[in-house]
């Protein structure tokens, strides 16, 4: 009976801890909250609603949840500014804040204010990144001050991206591409723009292991591999889009003729069919041309092995 009463104690004080913890929570939260409001009206005394650029839509971001402790107050970002509020040389137009004080000319060292506190996860790899050696800071991308950055936004995504990316904004307008248009992927659905630890600042550690996010299918695995398909997908396929079908580089059988050499059928010169060429080359250029026979080019589970030929088959 001693046991039962001991564990009906216990929960009893695990039922009154837990029922304390809200309310205690709620205080904290209200007083940080207080503070925060206080220490940030020194700014927003000037830099209200009234004002022609929008700054106070910032706290319909994530950055304006105060009841969050680490949401941060403008002297966390822009530091205390001192010339800026005082303006004790009473010039027209006062000094500028001690960072992020205009695109063009902020620095490198503004982009610590961020990478303080984001510092983990996705952004662990900033340091010594393409992006990050490049000079490119975090303003060159992301607008702070409002409720709806559009790198965030998968519409909106790509045209901050073309903006340096000139040659993939021309590529994903072609036929064969990726959805990017109709909103249903994004730059970084396969990039990490912060750094990662593979190339092209891939999302995984491999072009293949990015693409076998989606494209499961195509990991197997299979009994016979084709080397290409598990090496890299972009020795045949253009990511960023392509004329080609299935955002291939060229058409086959030329494609396939650039690793597979004369040895048979599969490296002698293509023709069209209706020529005076020998059925063998005719079939090259017939429709698909090698996905005629060899219609698994990523792999196969056929089990015949009747010389190189007989394999990518169905």
């Not at 949401?71 to 960072?99: F, I, K, M, W, Y």
């Not at 010594?128 to 995504?157: I, N, P, W, Y």
């Not at 990316?165 to 990726?178: F, G, I, M, N, V």
């Not at 990662?196 to 989606?214: E, I, M």
Request: charged fraction near 20%.
């Amino acid at each position: 009976m001693k046991y039962w009463q001991k564990i009906a104690t216990m929960l009893a004080l695990a039922l009154s801890t837990l029922g304390a913890m809200p309310a205690h929570a709620g205080e904290d939260a209200a007083l940080q909250a207080e503070k925060a409001l206080a220490q940030e009206s020194i700014c927003t005394r000037c830099h209200d609603e009234s004002e022609q650029k929008p700054i106070l839509t910032i706290k319909k971001s994530r950055h304006g949840v105060k009841t969050d402790g680490r949401t941060p107050t403008c002297q966390s970002c822009h530091g205390a500014s001192e010339a800026h509020v005082q303006n004790s040389t009473h010039a027209s137009e006062r000094p500028l804040v001690d960072a992020f004080s205009a695109r063009e000319k902020a620095t490198s060292k503004d982009i610590e204010a961020c990478v303080g506190c984001h510092n983990s996860g996705k952004r662990s790899h900033w340091q010594g990144s393409l992006h990050e050696r490049a000079g490119v800071l975090c303003t060159t991308c992301h607008e702070m001050h409002t409720h709806k950055d559009k790198v965030r936004d998968k519409l909106t995504q790509p045209e901050v991206c073309f903006a340096c990316h000139k040659e993939q904004r021309a590529l994903y307008t072609r036929p064969s591409r990726h959805p990017i248009k109709d909103g249903k992927m994004a730059c970084s659905d396969c990039h990490n723009p912060h750094g990662t630890s593979g190339p092209t600042l891939l999302a995984r550690d491999s072009v293949v292991a990015t693409c076998y996010t989606c494209h499961m299918e195509k990991r197997g695995p299979f009994i016979r591999n084709h080397q290409p398909a598990q090496e890299d997908c972009t020795i045949c396929h253009n990511p960023h889009g392509s004329t080609m079908p299935n955002l291939l580089k060229a058409r086959p059988p030329f494609l396939c003729q650039q690793c597979h050499e004369p040895a048979t059928h599969q490296g002698r010169i293509a023709t069209l069919t209706g020529s005076n060429a020998n059925p063998a080359q005719a079939a090259n250029t017939l429709a698909r041309g090698c996905l005629n026979c060899h219609t698994n080019t990523h792999g196969t589970n056929n089990p015949a092995n009747i010389n190189n030929e007989r394999t990518m088959r169905r």
